[in-house]
């Protein structure tokens, strides 16, 4: 047997997961292209923020402002936001901000709420001694700020727009509806209205909402993207941080300063970053999830597009915390769901999808289409018995360590 070693358990103590494959089998590992670059130095973190783009330094921007709000994004994002939040906030005081000014606010959108833990692994354990953490709820407390051009209502976290201080910490990964994560998304959908975020992802025109989802690294003709970036600019965000993660989700550049420039050169970086050649006609793919294993569906992009016809896709997804609450695409019960339902379809080319987790969640097979094609496992012994049923000899294999945040040139799909 041959062993790979892939990530695992972003937020549970990031360790590898070894997995074996026979020797006759002919195995593509798959990284990104910026899988091994090293992480940022404190000092590269320092600089970063110290400098912001198309804007005074935030020591200087921030002198007179009366409220602050910081937006951060949740778990089913890989951002090390704690060792960003130090260097902010060393900028803030340098400004004679005082800590009874500042508050956080967890830019999750429709997303199940965090609790303590959640908040300590993403902000550290200073920022609860200091400042108040909150959750946005995006069923009250939201006001209208204004139309896009395509007539999307931008309802807002009422908090928020009290604040006259607005700074967001994300990070920029590829995203199936909004071509990339980052820049305006902290504010759309981060923290508006549940009604605001269900017109976001809505179809446009005809068709279903399964038609509209553009594709991992698609932005062209994206509108989603300029409804995000219209909301950024209503509400008036000051400042965003963007970060670029490795192959283990650490941060390997910074991007921060005013959101559309910054956006634009996060986005020229990550273009180059995350690109993934696409390993065509495979018998059987691998797809492992680790910066979004809780939003596992989000790694079978590249994958489905890596197999052949009869081929097998194995999606490893690893998430002890299980997937992610969606009020708006997640299931609540055997026959009920949220308003935009996400089922992702096996393609009829695909023999069988195999979803396996060590964690069992059978409640996240909802993710998936309703088809005897689709195996739930947690062992990885059955896996290739499985799997040895159709190829005992050799197989041609792929291996996409981050399937989550890897996207292949659209010519190539």
């Not at 005074?56 to 009366?66: I, S, T």
């Not at 910081?70 to 004679?96: K, N, Q």
């Not at 976290?157 to 590829?174: R, T, Y």
């Not at 081929?311 to 949220?338: C, D, K, R, S």
């Amino acid at each position: 047997m041959s062993v790979i070693s892939l990530p695992q358990l972003a937020w549970h103590g990031a360790k590898e997961l070894k997995i074996s494959l026979p020797v006759g089998w002919r195995v593509e590992i798959c990284n990104m292209a910026g899988y091994n670059r090293p992480p940022l130095t404190p000092a590269s973190i320092k600089k970063a923020v110290g400098n912001p783009i198309d804007m005074a330094p935030l020591r200087e921007y921030a002198r007179g402002k009366k409220e602050v709000v910081i937006l951060f994004d949740d778990m089913t994002r890989v951002t090390r936001a704690a060792l960003i939040i130090p260097h902010i906030l060393t900028e803030l005081a340098a400004a004679g901000i005082k800590d009874r000014q500042v508050r956080f606010i967890a830019a999750i959108g429709c997303h199940g709420a965090l609790d303590r833990m959640d908040f300590v692994k993403k902000l550290g354990d200073d920022v609860f001694k200091r400042f108040p953490v909150y959750n946005h709820n995006p069923f009250d407390n939201c006001v209208y700020v204004g139309t896009t051009s395509s007539g999307t209502k931008i309802n807002i976290n009422a908090e928020v727009m009290q604040c006259d201080l607005k700074i967001g910490i994300g990070s920029i990964v590829p995203h199936e509806m909004a071509g990339f994560s980052g820049g305006g998304k902290i504010v759309l959908p981060g923290v508006a209205a549940y009604e605001t975020v269900i017109a976001l992802h809505s179809p446009r025109g005809k068709g279903s909402f399964s038609d509209t989802v553009s594709g991992m690294g698609a932005l062209e003709h994206n509108p989603r993207r300029k409804d995000i970036d219209e909301a950024a600019d209503m509400v008036g965000l000051d400042i965003i941080v963007d970060a670029l993660v490795n192959t283990w989700g650490e941060t390997v550049a910074l991007f921060a300063g005013t959101p559309l420039p910054t956006y634009a050169a996060a986005l020229e970086a990550a273009q180059n970053h995350y690109l993934t050649p696409l390993a065509r006609e495979n018998d059987i793919v691998i797809a492992n999830t680790f910066a979004k294993a809780n939003e596992a569906v989000s790694g079978l992009s590249v994958a489905l597009a890596s197999v052949r016809d009869g081929g097998n896709v194995v999606l490893i997804a690893n998430a002890p915390e299980g997937q992610a609450t969606h009020y708006l695409m997640g299931p609540f019960g055997n026959n009920i769901a949220g308003k935009l339902q996400l089922q992702k379809k096996v393609p009829p080319h695909v023999k069988r999808l195999i979803f396996f987790n060590e964690y069992p969640d059978l409640a996240a097979r909802r993710y998936l289409e309703d088809t005897d094609r689709v195996i739930m496992l947690d062992d990885w012994a059955e896996v290739l018995k499985l799997l040895k049923q159709d190829y005992s000899k050799q197989a041609k294999v792929a291996v996409y360590p981050n399937a989550d945040i890897q996207y292949c040139p659209a010519d190539s799909l």
